[in-house]
């Protein structure tokens, strides 16, 4: 089973709101990644987390805060957004060690108004 | 650093024939691995296939096989028997195995593939 699942699958929020994107995993890996893609383009790496500590955060900016609550679930918390943020946010998972092969999940697709 | 090349933004090919997708690579380190995605239009990352630096089999994972060339750096997907359900956007991957930032995956710019009936 190399199931990532992402909820919601659409997201539209305003510049004010706060929600939250959520990743599941159960295939027991204990590195998670949220990644931003625009359209056309590849993805940009956001955030990893690594045995349930945040490992790297590449510069993003702080209205994007991610939590990591236990080994298979991975959030990333939104708020004070703006239009360019709207893009398709991917989380994937890997084993911590070997071809640590990433897994990604469905996406959200983010729309910022 | 490294870097990931595919050259082609688009391409088309007829329903059952075979189509190779390409992928250069530039690392300096001895011990990477590659990986391709692919993309189609509802947005997620399906994962394909692997080589690996030291491998010294090309890798094949059904219709999927890599022409793995490591002296000329280049990684190339071929796809046989292609299908209308392979119509999507192909990613080519690198990860380092030895480095600070050996979480990380370099992506390619991404290969727009469209199998036509």
């Known amino acids: 089973d190399t199931e990532v699942t992402q909820t919601p699958k659409h997201l539209v929020m305003g510049m004010t709101n706060k929600k939250s994107l959520k990743c599941e995993q159960h295939?027991?890996?204990?590195?998670m990644y949220w990644y931003k893609q625009k359209a056309k383009k590849p993805p940009e790496l956001m955030f990893v987390?690594?045995?349930?500590?945040?490992?790297i955060n590449e510069s993003v900016p702080s209205r994007f805060s991610p939590e990591c609550p236990n080994s298979s679930l991975l959030n990333l918390h939104l708020h004070a957004l703006q239009p360019e943020d709207s893009a398709l946010y991917l989380c994937?998972?890997?084993?911590?060690?070997?071809?640590?092969?990433?897994?990604f999940g469905p996406g959200t697709r983010l729309l910022v108004l | 650093a490294q870097k990931i090349t595919q050259t082609q933004p688009g391409m088309f090919v007829q329903e059952k024939e075979a189509v190779t997708l390409d992928c250069t690579y530039d690392?300096?380190?001895?011990?990477?691995?590659l990986f391709w995605y692919k993309q189609p239009s509802s947005g997620e990352m399906i994962f394909l296939i692997y080589?690996?630096?030291?491998?010294?089999q090309n890798a094949t994972e059904g219709r999927y096989s890599l022409n793995f060339q490591k002296a000329r750096k280049s990684a190339n997907l071929v796809i046989s028997a292609s299908q209308l359900g392979d119509s999507a956007m192909y990613f080519c991957?690198?990860?380092?195995?030895?480095?600070?930032?050996?979480?990380?995956?370099?992506f390619g710019s991404g290969t727009q593939l469209t199998v036509l009936p």
């Open positions: 994937a998972s890997s084993q911590e060690r070997g071809r640590e092969t990433q897994y």
């Open positions: 295939m027991g890996h204990r590195a």
């Open positions: 987390y690594s045995y349930e500590k945040l490992s």
């Open positions: 690392t300096s380190d001895p011990s990477y691995g």
């Open positions: 080589q690996g630096s030291y491998d010294q």
């Open positions: 991957a690198m990860r380092l195995f030895f480095s600070g930032s050996a979480r990380q995956l370099t």
